[in-house]
Nanobody, 125 residues
Framework: QVQLVESGGGWVQAGDSLRLSCAAS????????MGWFRQAPGEEREFVAG????????YYADSVKGRFTISRDNAKNTVYLQMNSLKSEDTAVYYC??????????????????WGQGTQVTVSS
């Protein structure tokens, strides 16, 4: 069992940066691939970024590629999402998620076993 708690959300202006954190409790964090998803009002939850449990590979949605960076610190049981050059369309609730399968990195939300409660990111233009 893994509990995930996101933090770092807030209100910023377009062009600003934010770093989200997701702290995991429970054992074997290093064995989980981690993903960040987001959901805007009236929209479906969408994949943003993922990092494989090995830490060696990452994947990004086209909409954030070049602006967002996912990383993990297994010693701190934490995954991060550095968000630069934020745009108004990045406004959403951001969720982190853990995938215990140790398979290929996936963008499919239903493949993730554990979810955080979400943190709001609002970007004002």
């Amino acid at each position: 069992q893994v509990q995930l708690v996101e933090s770092g959300g807030g209100w910023v202006q377009a062009g600003d940066s934010l770093r989200l954190s997701c702290a995991a409790s429970g054992q074997f964090f290093s064995r989980y691939s981690m993903g960040w998803f987001r959901q805007a009002p009236g929209e479906e939850r969408e994949f943003v970024a993922g990092i494989r449990w090995t830490g060696g590979s990452t994947y990004y949605a086209d909409s954030v590629k070049g602006r967002f960076t996912i990383s993990r610190d297994n010693a701190k049981n934490t995954v991060y999402l550095q968000m630069n050059s934020l745009k108004s369309e990045d406004t959403a609730v951001y969720y982190c998620a853990a995938d215990s399968s140790r398979g290929v990195l996936t963008t499919i939300a239903s493949r993730y076993d554990y979810w955080g409660q979400g943190t709001q990111v609002t970007v004002s233009s």
